[in-house]
């Protein structure tokens, strides 16, 4: 599939699919736990499977599970049943130990599982996109060194931060190139820490080392997905367009038609109603008035295609998910 053509394709149809990131709500579909459905690639692929059934997407979207890529660097993982997986604790705290960071080989812990998910799910679904997802470099070197502590060195000791971030860019770009080789159509890459940054420090510590990887990676026939639910993110457009995305996916923090004013017309992007807000904690009733808003705020902008601002919780209920399945299609008809 030519996946530049796709994008284009999705800007000029009158009514749109959606096209959010929906993939841990799948464990109540399947009657798993995210504990079952992280460490196994056969229930990842059931799960993307069953999403795709019950829900009329425009692409399939894999799991935004931001702690895959640093449990390869040694980082300690904190698992339970209900919840997304967390990282505990730092890797590297100072220069010495950031020089002796082994760049691991894809396939490593679970990086090998989430790989076999995507090729299995490519065989069950056939009639859309299927996208992986990966963490960005920005985002897995704060994992790896402490979110805090790494604000702080960006300052105090930026030769580390540049030391990890070189090595967090080779692991992401090694991983990509093993979901193309399955047959991946692109990856939703999650630089969230990213969007805590003023547009200098994003300018330096983040866009190119995501330049670098999508320069690696991205083809007419593979794309990367941008996203990025921080809120400053609407400071730094210029940045965001810097990294070469072929899409971009903005969070629920930022206002996002004031966003797309901000950014081409020709590329897609794709927002952002509130994953805990609404998904989680809503009502069908107030997903419902919250999709529509978004779609009423956003939809004269030819580039626009509804979605969550991020990754939409495990345990939201699937009222909620349906009603906004059904805002989307009253809206287009």
Same mark, same amino acid.
């Given at each position: ?5 796709? =994008? ?25 736990? *995210? ?19 019950? +829900?009329?997407?425009?692409? $399939? ?10 449990? +390869?660097?040694? $980082? ?17 705290? /100072? ?10 080989? *894809? ?86 820490? $990213? ?32 996203? @990025?639910?921080? @809120? ?8 965001? *367009? ?22 081409? /017309? ?6 952002? *109603? ?30 626009? =295609?509804?979605?969550?601002? +991020? ?23």
């Amino acid at each position: 599939m030519n996946m530049k053509q796709w =994008l284009r394709d999705q800007m000029e149809l009158k009514k749109r699919r959606a096209l959010p990131v929906l993939s841990f709500p799948c464990t109540q579909l399947m009657g798993i736990t *995210v504990r079952e459905l992280v460490t196994s690639s056969e229930n990842q692929a059931q799960g993307m499977a069953a999403v795709a059934r019950r +829900c009329p997407t425009a692409a $399939a979207v894999s799991m935004m599970d931001l702690s895959v890529e640093a449990e +390869c660097f040694g $980082a300690q993982i904190r698992f339970t049943d209900d919840e997304v997986p967390t990282v505990v604790g730092a890797v590297v705290s /100072d220069p010495d130990q950031a020089e002796a960071l082994q760049v691991p080989a *894809v396939g490593a812990d679970r990086t090998g599982i989430y790989v076999e998910a995507i090729g299995k799910t490519k065989e069950l679904i056939t009639d859309r996109p299927v996208l992986a997802g990966v963490i960005g470099p920005f985002s897995l070197a704060g994992r790896l060194m402490d979110m805090t502590e790494i604000m702080i060195n960006c300052y105090e000791e930026p030769e580390m931060v540049h030391t990890v971030l070189d090595k967090a860019a080779q692991f992401i770009t090694d991983y990509i190139r093993a979901y193309k080789e399955v047959g991946a159509d692109g990856v939703v890459m999650a630089e969230p820490a $990213a969007g805590l940054l003023s547009p200098s420090i994003c300018e330096e510590f983040s866009t190119p080392y995501v330049r670098r990887i999508i320069d690696a990676v991205q083809t007419d026939d593979f794309i990367v997905v941008y996203h @990025n639910c921080g @809120n400053s993110v609407s400071l730094m457009p210029d940045q965001v *367009v810097a990294t070469g995305a072929a899409a971009y996916h903005f969070g629920n923090a930022i206002d996002l038609a004031e966003m797309l004013g901000k950014l081409p /017309d020709d590329q897609l992007v794709m927002g952002n *109603v509130d994953p805990v807000g609404a998904f989680f904690n809503g009502t069908p009733e107030s997903v419902r008035a919250d999709t529509r808003k978004v779609l009423e705020a956003c939809s004269d902008h030819r580039n626009f =295609l509804i979605s969550s601002g +991020c990754d939409i919780p495990p345990r939201s209920p699937w009222e909620n998910i349906d009603a906004f399945f059904t805002a989307v299609e009253e809206f287009y008809q």
